[in-house]
Nanobody
Framework: QVQLVESGGGSVQDGGSLRLSCAAS?????????MAWFRQAPGKEREGVAT???????YYADSVKGRFTISQDNVSKMLYLQMNSLKPEDTAMYFC???????????????????WGQGTQVTVSS
């Protein structure tokens, strides 16, 4: 059974940095094509933040472009999200997701992804 476990969330000041990690288990690397980070703030829809194909092609939402970097280690089955210059509006629960369909770049659509982690909270204070 596929499992995704996020870590690295926390509370930071405006302008601070955090690095989120997602540990994947229960499947072989070849079984998925897309990995992504989503976030959901209270009362809002879950939105795609960044995606990455198995080959490393990335996509970023306009709101995080230039501040966030998605990366992966296919050997250790880890997904990362480096978040710099954090803003209060980045406050949300952040989720890791994996999808088995092939598309490039990977779309930032919830319906595209088959597996989800439980989330890690990021809080940015002004």
């Amino acid at each position: 059974q596929v499992q995704l476990v996020e870590s690295g969330g926390g509370s930071v000041q405006d302008g601070g940095s955090l690095r989120l990690s997602c540990a994947a288990s229960g499947y072989t690397t070849g079984n998925y094509y897309c990995m992504a980070w989503f976030r959901q703030a209270p009362g809002k829809e879950r939105e795609g933040v960044a995606t990455i194909t198995r080959g490393g092609r990335t996509y970023y939402a306009d709101s995080v472009k230039g501040r966030f970097t998605i990366s992966q280690d296919n050997v250790s089955k880890m997904l990362y999200l480096q978040m710099n210059s954090l803003k209060p509006e980045d406050t949300a629960m952040y989720f890791c997701a994996a999808g088995t369909s092939a598309y490039s770049p990977c779309p930032a659509l919830k319906s595209f992804y088959n597996y989800w982690g439980q989330g890690t909270q990021v809080t940015v204070s002004s």
